[in-house]
């Protein structure tokens, strides 16, 4: 079956860095655009980065620009997102997707599949 798999989560002080996996079973990731969204309760579910599907082209939400980064590594089957300087706001339950078709940071609903998600807590 097919699957997304998120880690490097934790608590982290602010300033702090995380570095979050995404790995991929049952698909081959190069075939797949991914993009990164956060959520926390009681709020929409937030896109945060999206890589395409060659890795020449990227997209961020405006708070996180400068302090995030997405990257894939095609041969480990993974997707990356470095984090800097991490704030409290950053704190969220966040989860990779994926599509073959599409760029999900339109519209999230499009995508194949999801990951359950790795929490990030930052404390100030």
């Known amino acids: 079956q097919a699957q997304l798999v998120e880690s490097g989560g934790g608590l982290v002080q602010a300033g702090g860095s995380l570095r979050l996996s995404c790995a991929a079973s049952?698909?081959?990731?190069?075939?797949?655009?991914m993009a990164w969204f956060r959520q926390t309760p009681g709020k929409e579910r937030e896109f945060v980065a999206e890589?395409?599907?060659?890795?020449?082209?990227?997209y961020y939400e405006d708070s996180v620009k400068g302090r995030f980064s997405i990257s894939r590594d095609n041969a480990l089957n993974t997707v990356y997102l470095q984090i800097k300087r991490l704030k409290p706001e950053d704190t969220a339950v966040y989860y990779c997707?994926?599509?073959?078709?599409?760029?999900?940071?339109?519209?999230?609903?499009?995508?194949?599949?999801w990951g359950q998600g790795t929490q990030v807590t930052v404390s100030s």
């Open positions: 997707a994926a599509s073959r078709v599409t760029l999900l940071h339109q519209d999230p609903t499009l995508a194949e599949y």
């Open positions: 890589i395409n599907w060659y890795g020449d082209k990227t």
């Open positions: 049952g698909l081959t990731l190069s075939s797949y655009a």
